[in-house]
Nanobody, 118 residues
Framework: QVQLVESGGGLVQPGGSLRLSCEASGSIFSINAMGWYRRAPGKQRELVATITSGGRTNYADSVKGRFTVSRDNAKNTVYLQMNSLKPEDTAVYYC????????????WGQGTQVIVSS
């Protein structure tokens, strides 16, 4: 059984920063890509950023230059550093990881709320 547990969400003022973390645990042989998605109120879930096992990153245009995705392979953890936050970044943020356990599958965290408001 594999679990992804996120932390770090909360309420922040526009222009502020937050750091999200997501740790994978359980019967893990290896982890391929990891990343973050978000769902804003009334909208579909969208990709925020991904990172491969080798460290190659990909970002949504809306967060480029403000957000940074990174990972610690020894800790099975992916991070999302969010700077210069805007009200339109308000959403539930979900961690995703492609994990080889007894088989290879995509796993999702439970989501963490980020609210950007003054």
């Amino acid at each position: 059984q594999v679990q992804l547990v996120e932390s770090g969400g909360g309420l922040v003022q526009p222009g502020g920063s937050l750091r999200l973390s997501c740790e994978a645990s359980g019967s893990i042989f290896s982890i391929n890509a990891m990343g973050w998605y978000r769902r804003a109120p009334g909208k579909q879930r969208e990709l925020v950023a991904t990172i491969t096992s080798g460290g190659r990153t990909n970002y949504a245009d809306s967060v480029k230059g403000r957000f940074t995705v990174s990972r610690d392979n020894a800790k099975n953890t992916v991070y999302l550093q969010m700077n210069s936050l805007k009200p339109e970044d308000t959403a539930v943020y979900y961690c995703n990881a492609n994990i080889l356990s007894f088989s290879t599958a995509d796993y999702w965290g439970q989501g963490t709320q980020v609210i950007v408001s003054s």
